[in-house]
C-alpha cells in the first residue's frame, strides 16, 4: 500500500525523521499504518490549498508533507511510550502543521486545479472577503 496522493514516501519519512518505524514496533507502525498517516498528512495539505485531488507536486508540497507526517507519527510514538513529548530532533516537526503550511505551500501549488474557495475559506489567501 501506498499513501493516496504519494506527495511523500515511507522511505522519505523514515530518511526525514532517522526512523524505523517498522524497527520501533511491527504492530503499531506496520508500512501500512505509517502509509495511512502519510496520507492524512496529505489530505491536510490538500485541505489547506481547497481542493480534493493529487496536485502536481512540488518541492513546498513534499516538505510540508513529510514534516506533517512526521509530528503525526512522533505524537503515536509519545502515545506509545516510544517517545518524549516536545523533544523532536528536528526543527520542522517542532513547527507547528499550520505553520508548516503558511512556510511551504503556496497558492501557486493548486494552480494545476480549478477551484473556488468555499464559504469565504481563507487558509491560503487565494480569497478575502475584504478585498485582499
Known amino acids: 500500500m501506498a499513501s493516496e496522493y504519494a506527495y511523500t514516501s515511507l522511505t522519505n519519512l ?3 525523521t532517522g526512523y524505523n518505524y ?3 514496533n511491527s504492530t503499531q507502525f506496520s508500512d501500512a499504518r505509517v502509509e495511512a498517516t502519510i496520507t492524512l498528512a496529505e489530505r491536510i495539505v490538500n485541505g489547506y490549498l481547497g481542493v480534493s485531488t493529487a496536485q502536481t507536486v512540488t518541492d513546498g508540497i513534499i516538505v510540508a508533507t513529510t ?3 512526521a509530528k503525526l ?4 510514538m509519545v ?4 517517545a518524549v513529548e516536545g523533544q523532536e530532533d528536528n ?5 507547528s502543521i499550520s505553520n508548516i503550511l503558511r512556510t511551504f505551500v503556496k ?4 494552480d494545476t486545479v480549478d477551484h473556488i474557495p468555499m464559504n469565504g475559506a ?8 475584504d478585498g485582499g
Open 122 to 129: 481563507n487558509n491560503n489567501g487565494c480569497f478575502s472577503l
Open 79 to 82: 502515545d506509545f511510550g516510544y
Open 107 to 110: 497558492e501557486h501549488d493548486a
Open 14 to 16: 523514515e530518511n526525514f
Open 91 to 95: 526543527d520542522l516537526m517542532q513547527m
Open 73 to 76: 507519527m512522533y505524537k503515536k
Open 22 to 24: 517498522d524497527g520501533i
Open 67 to 69: 514534516a506533517i507526517a
